[in-house]
């Protein structure tokens, strides 16, 4: 299947830094990725929708201040925790749709562990 | 407002046997479903996509059922190993390429020895 790749997979930060995470889409090109966090033993919850060259679309409840997507190619989606705090640990997924190549299938990056102290 | 329910939490369920998952959803009427694999720590790996018009799909040990009528569909690991044990997650979708999948809470599957 399609790859998408996460970067990093495990990042420790302080508190009131901001740390970057990259969804690279390996062998397909990507108009829109999809940004989920995951608390332990939690669903995926979709944060927001990243959309190649314009703005990214939020869920409600997450501030878009504080979680800064950029979508700036079509094989490149950024999230970037700003001022993290420790309740901001979580694990982060991004997922890409490959589209017409095979179909509706949605793949995942591995995840990256942000552990904010 | 979308609402995807699985049917269990954690399953627990002996080598070899046949497991069964359960996936129900409401206010939705999706275009697909989709089921993934997620290990602790990882994201989800996909493992089978089945359409409206499609009353079932198999993949291996693994056969998916979609009931449109009924709401649901059901996810079947036949011979069960421990390899299995994760947690599985499905996902109703619909064909616009902008629409994110959303999840259900999944249902932590455990085949024992």
């Known amino acids: 299947g399609a790859v998408v790749s996460q970067h990093p997979s495990r990042v420790i930060c302080k508190s009131g830094t901001s740390v970057k995470i990259e969804c690279r889409s390996l062998d397909f090109q990507a108009t829109t990725m999809f940004w989920y966090r995951q608390f332990p033993k939690q669903s995926l919850m979709l944060m927001a929708t990243s959309n190649e060259g314009s703005k990214a679309t939020y869920e409600q409840g997450v501030e878009k201040d504080k979680f800064l997507i950029n979508h700036a190619s079509l094989t490149l989606s950024t999230l970037t925790v700003t001022s993290a705090h420790p309740e901001d640990s979580s694990f982060y997924i991004c997922?890409?749709?490959?589209?017409?190549?095979?179909?509706?299938?949605?793949?995942f990056g591995e995840g990256s562990w942000l552990t904010v102290v | 407002s979308q609402k995807i329910e699985q049917n269990s939490e954690a399953l627990n369920i002996q080598e070899g046997k046949t497991a069964t998952l359960t996936c129900n959803y409401t206010?939705?009427?999706?275009?697909?479903l989709q089921w993934y694999r997620q290990d602790p720590g990882r994201g989800p790996v996909f493992l089978l996509l089945i359409r409206e018009n499609e009353k079932e799909k198999r993949k291996e040990r693994l056969k998916v059922t979609f009931d449109t009528t009924l709401k649901q569909s059901l996810f079947h690991i036949t011979a069960s190993q421990p390899a299995d044990s994760a947690t599985y997650l499905c996902?109703?979708?619909?064909?616009?390429?902008?629409?994110?999948?959303?999840f259900g809470k999944g249902t932590r599957l455990s085949v024992i020895a």
């Open positions: 206010n939705y009427s999706p275009a697909y």
């Open positions: 996902a109703p979708g619909g064909d616009s390429g902008n629409t994110p999948l959303v």
């Open positions: 997922s890409a749709r490959p589209g017409l190549i095979t179909g509706n299938t949605i793949y």
